[in-house]
Structures are given as C-alpha cells and as structure tokens.
C-alpha cells in the first residue's frame, strides 16, 4: 500500500487541510483544534474530518 496525503475537510469549522495518510501522532484543526485524527496500529484513523481528496 502507498502512504500518500489526504486533504480532508475539518467536520467542525469546515477549514481543509493536509495530512498524512499514515500519521502516527494525533492531528488537530488549526483553526478550531477539534481532532481530526488520531493514531490507529500505523495508520491515521479520522475521527473529526471527512476525507475530500486523495493525493499522490
Ligand atoms: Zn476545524
């Protein structure tokens, strides 16, 4: 499987970032610090953002 980036869409402010598909820390909005990831066995499980495109 390839590691590759998400842009994801935060489910609280609406605010798009960019994270790694792979984060292994917790990952937090930068506008409303609601978490958007959090670590699960290597691999980013969303919790509080909705996932809008896959990059290479
Ligand atoms: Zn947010």
Do not use: Q
């Amino acid at each position: 499987m390839t590691a590759g980036f998400l842009k994801v869409t935060c489910n609280d402010c609406g605010s798009e970032c960019t994270i790694f598909s792979r984060a292994t820390t917790k990952i937090s909005c930068l506008v409303c610090n609601s978490t958007l990831t959090s670590p699960s066995g290597g691999k980013a499980n969303l919790v509080g953002c909705t996932v809008t495109e896959t990059l290479a």
